[in-house]
């Protein structure tokens, strides 16, 4: 087991800068996820920390020791891919119990060893099969048996679910996540697929274009998006993003500048940045639908609702600002399509500078 530290980590690949100065600590046991969009450095970043990759620049530390000179062997770290490369005409017995005869263990210990992981994994049946004829999640468990058998440092996962299709995807997941509390092996587990990130994450790093845009626990990312990149990538719809102007003492929504009462504690908040224009995020869930005649008092204003969808037990209701698409979810059957009032809790809106894209408040 170890801390991870990156410190001020770069990459290039000839004029590519693949990852552009990372710093970061990973505790000891934590499980962080790496999430972003396809090619924002996720791969490179875990390859440096293997020792696959050699840095541009920057240190990796294990538990304050420094071993970015180090090769991948004396690191005793264990990472799984996306795509199992496993031997297709050896049992599954001697693939996870490689790591451990490479190491000359004891027989003793590698039956223990192997007792160990197969119960862990729920993979007792699978031990003296060949893996050539596996389905792919099974596959995937003898990899990750394999990876951690032998107590790595460090467990680095690159996508290892998203070959698999979706309801293994989600058993997956779920064992996983119960294996590593279990194992208590630091993890760091790279995906693009938020939803992952969410459910599996002690802390959710959020990267872009080779730079951390966000690192939280999932729920505070969540609430607290740092950005308005953070805020539309995570959630499913991400959160709304209107452009707002303060007039006065009202604020305008959109190009068509609809009139949108809001709490004068939130005017007052505006108002003391010396700014006009800022982008306001609201979540999907904090908006609803109300009649033509919105209380007053209430910050609503009139929108066609133009589709709707249902999704599980919510409703998702569309409209347009201006050009631009948003969404609704509300917990209720028989949202109309057509004209009506779309209200926002006022309470869970958060406020971005509209040049840069950082939360205010
Ligand atoms: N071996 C390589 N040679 C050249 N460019 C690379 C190489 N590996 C990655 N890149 C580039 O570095 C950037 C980050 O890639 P990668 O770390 O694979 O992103 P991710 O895993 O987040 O999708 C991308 O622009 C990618 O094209
Ligand atoms: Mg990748």
New binding site residues.
């Given amino acids: 087991m170890a801390e991870v530290t990156l410190e001020g980590l770069r990459k290039n690949?000839?004029n590519?800068a693949?990852v552009k100065g990372l710093d970061l600590v990973i505790k000891d046991q934590e499980f962080v996820v790496l999430l972003?969009p396809?090619?924002?450095?996720?791969?490179?970043?875990l390859r440096c920390i293997t020792g696959l990759e050699s840095p541009t620049g920057g240190r990796i530390l294990f538990d304050g020791k420094d071993v970015t000179q180090q090769k991948p062997a004396e690191r005793n770290v264990a990472m799984v891919f996306q795509f199992f490369a496993l031997y297709p005409h050896l049992k599954a017995r001697k693939i996870i119990t490689f790591p451990l005869r490479a190491r000359k263990a004891s027989k003793k210990h590698i039956r223990e060893k192997v007792e160990w992981v197969a119960e862990m994994f729920k993979l007792h049946h699978l031990l003296d099969r060949y893996v050539g004829g596996m389905p792919p999640g099974d596959k995937q468990k003898i990899a990750l048996a394999r990876a951690v058998v032998r107590d790595p440092n460090v467990l680095l996962l690159d996508e290892p679910l998203s070959a698999l299709d979706e309801q293994y995807r989600e058993e997956m997941r779920w064992q996983l996540g119960h294996i590593q509390k279990q194992l208590k092996v630091t993890t760091v587990y790279?995906t693009?697929d938020q939803r992952e990130a969410m459910s599996l994450a002690d802390r959710i790093i959020l990267?872009r274009d080779?730079r951390i845009e966000q690192q939280a626990p999932p729920d505070e990312i969540y609430r607290r998006p740092a950005n308005v990149f953070a805020a539309y990538f995570i959630g499913s719809p991400g959160m709304n993003l209107f452009p707002v102007t303060l007039e006065d003492r009202d604020l305008l929504l959109g190009k068509e500048s609809r009139r949108l009462p809001i709490p004068e504690e939130i005017i007052s908040k505006l108002a003391v940045t010396e700014r006009r224009e800022f982008v306001m995020g609201i979540r999907p869930e904090f908006l609803s639908i109300a009649g033509k005649e919105a209380g007053e008092g209430e910050s609503c204003f009139p929108a066609t609702i133009f589709s709707t969808e249902q999704v599980g037990n919510y409703k998702i209701f569309n409209f347009r600002v201006d050009d631009e698409i948003y969404h609704g979810m509300v917990r209720r059957k028989g949202v109309l399509e057509g004209e009506g009032m779309v209200c926002f809790d006022m309470a869970q809106a958060r406020f971005f500078n509209k040049e840069s894209g950082e939360a205010i408040f």
Wanted: aromatic share 6%.
């Fill in positions: 690949y000839g590519v693949a972003g396809s090619g924002c450095g996720k791969t490179t970043t790279v693009h990267m080779g």
